[in-house]
């Protein structure tokens, strides 16, 4: 009887989900590693790491890596457990400069749709997103209009792999654009866990979020001034 590739990952979903249980205890891993930049000209980029190994800490993580990356260019960069992206969004929104202030986000697995919800948040309140960049995403939701580029990278495909294609919105016209890192970079691990803590990979995700020691802005889509009219 022939068991199709999706069925046999539901069916997996369970014991991956046994495995990974911690990593949602605390919004955000601030504690340790190099000191946070405070929110400046320069932007912020949020981070949404996926669910943690049971006996990891969110330190450990690739995603918590990739703000060590950041911080030391001198740009902030926050870190938070994927159930907290409204948290994450709502802290943002809080700051006076908010409009004026490149900012940036990534999410890696399940951290990819906290990531796309991120910059749905962000769209009801009028603050475009510069580049949004999910990383092995798991079912994010569709890429909303605010969202200036958007990134589709993943590192593994086939029967095992967990990671889902990431679709814009009917009315998103930013940048859309696909990275099969399993083809582009042949070293290293390119399953769902390896990747996440490639530095290579890593990297890659840092260069495409920041340069010149500041968010990357890019310039603004061609609905992007209709997309906030409906906000």
């Known amino acids: 009887m022939f068991i199709s590739a999706p069925a046999i990952r539901l069916a997996l979903l369970p014991f991956l989900l046994i495995f990974f249980v911690t990593g949602c205890t605390s919004p955000v891993m601030q504690e340790g590693g190099l000191a946070n930049p405070p929110l400046s000209e320069k932007g912020v980029v949020y981070l949404f790491a996926g669910l943690t190994p049971t006996g990891d800490d969110m330190a450990r993580s690739g995603m918590f890596s990739l703000t060590q990356y950041i911080r030391a ?9 994927p159930v907290n992206w409204r948290e994450a969004a709502d802290n943002f929104l809080a700051q006076p400069n908010r409009t004026e202030t490149p900012v940036a986000v990534a999410g890696y697995s399940l951290g990819g749709n906290a990531a796309t919800q991120f910059a749905d948040r962000l769209q009801t309140a009028g603050v475009p997103v510069q580049t ?7 079912k994010p939701t569709p890429v909303p209009c605010n969202v200036r580029r958007a990134i589709d990278m993943y590192g593994s495909d086939g029967l095992f792999s967990l990671s889902s294609r990431l679709r814009p ?7 859309l654009e696909t990275v099969n890192w399993s083809k582009l970079h042949k ?7 390896g990747v996440s803590k490639e530095p290579a ?6 260069h495409a979020l920041i340069g010149d020691n500041q968010v990357r802005e890019i310039a603004s889509a061609p609905g992007e001034a209709s997309c906030f009219a409906r906000s």
């Open 201 to 206: 990979a890593l990297e890659y995700v840092r």
């Open 73 to 81: 260019a001198g740009v902030r960069a926050d870190v938070y457990n």
């Open 169 to 175: 919105q009917k009315s998103f016209t930013g940048r």
């Open 132 to 138: 949004l960049l999910v990383f092995e995403g798991y």
């Open 187 to 193: 070293n290293g691990r390119h399953d769902h866990l």
